[in-house]
């Protein structure tokens, strides 16, 4: 039997959890920490202010929130796989964090009130989900109204020449450097499959506003292989 989208997904990460950490910084040349610094920077997120992170994975960006809204904010990431969450809570504990909590759960139906964080953010992971435009809605649903939506995702680079060297990287090299690092060929062809079908910046910007979004930002980074997207919830006041 043919597996859906959702778990595809759910198998991978379930699977490669306890590497996932490791294989991120193999795979962009640790480029991905600057990355999230820079969109860090770009939100400027503020003291006491509460934040949801969207498949938070192994919770690297809900920590760095964390530690920008300080222990008068409040945190939530949310992911559906139990085993990434594990790696996640670790993190957590490790640093005596009070005002964070990790949610099973999932992007697609979020488990939250309606205008509820300042900040909701989703970090390599909306290439991941069955439905896209479902998930920013959602995540426009949660975030109070002049609230910061962040997405920080794999892109499609435009450079002629650069470009077919970076699908060469994702088809080919990505899956070996699995194999080798962790064991999971299968499993990251995988991964190498969801970002080359992802939509490019322009058109994920054009998404944005579709879900409800106004003066949406993009950053591209590294030539464009990963891309910022900020957009913010009409403030009705």
């Known amino acids: 039997m043919q597996q859906s989208k959702e778990e595809r997904v759910h198998r991978v990460f379930e699977k490669i959890s306890?590497?996932?950490?490791?294989?991120?910084?193999?795979?962009?040349?640790?480029?991905?920490?600057?990355?999230?610094?820079?969109?860090?920077?770009?939100?400027?997120?503020?003291?006491?202010?509460?934040?949801?992170?969207?498949?938070?994975?192994?919770?690297?960006?809900?920590?760095?929130?964390?530690?920008?809204?300080?222990?008068?904010?409040?945190?939530?990431?949310?992911?559906f796989s139990r085993n990434m969450l594990k790696v996640g809570e670790e993190k957590v504990k490790e640093r005596g964090f009070q005002h964070v909590t990790l949610?099973?759960?999932?992007?697609?139906?979020?488990?939250?009130?309606?205008?509820?964080?300042?900040?909701?953010?989703?970090?390599?992971?909306?290439?991941?989900?069955?439905?896209?435009?479902?998930?920013l809605k959602e995540m426009y649903r949660v975030a109070k109204p002049g609230g910061?939506?962040?997405?920080?995702?794999?892109?499609?680079?435009?450079?002629?020449?650069?470009?077919?060297?970076?699908?060469?990287?994702?088809?080919?090299?990505?899956?070996?450097?699995?194999k080798i690092f962790a064991k999971s060929y299968e499993e990251y062809s995988w991964l190498q499959e969801s970002a080359r079908e992802f939509p490019g910046m322009d058109e994920l910007a054009n998404m944005f506003r579709q879900a409800g979004f106004v003066d949406v930002q993009v950053k591209p980074y590294t030539f464009g292989v990963a891309a910022m997207h900020l957009g913010h919830k009409p403030d009705r006041r």
Not at 118 to 134: A, C, K, Q, S
Not at 153 to 176: D, N, W
């Open 18 to 79: 306890d590497h996932y950490d490791r294989m991120n910084s193999v795979i962009s040349f640790k480029r991905h920490v600057a990355w999230r610094k820079d969109t860090m920077k770009r939100m400027n997120v503020q003291k006491g202010a509460k934040a949801l992170d969207v498949c938070c994975g192994t919770a690297d960006w809900t920590v760095a929130l964390a530690e920008a809204v300080g222990p008068s904010g409040e945190v939530y990431g949310l992911d």
């Open 103 to 135: 949610v099973h759960g999932n992007a697609m139906s979020l488990p939250f009130p309606d205008d509820t964080f300042d900040y909701v953010t989703i970090g390599f992971g909306l290439r991941n989900v069955p439905d896209y435009m479902t998930v």
């Open 148 to 178: 910061k939506v962040v997405c920080l995702e794999t892109s499609q680079p435009t450079l002629i020449g650069f470009r077919q060297l970076y699908y060469a990287y994702f088809r080919y090299v990505m899956p070996f450097f699995g």
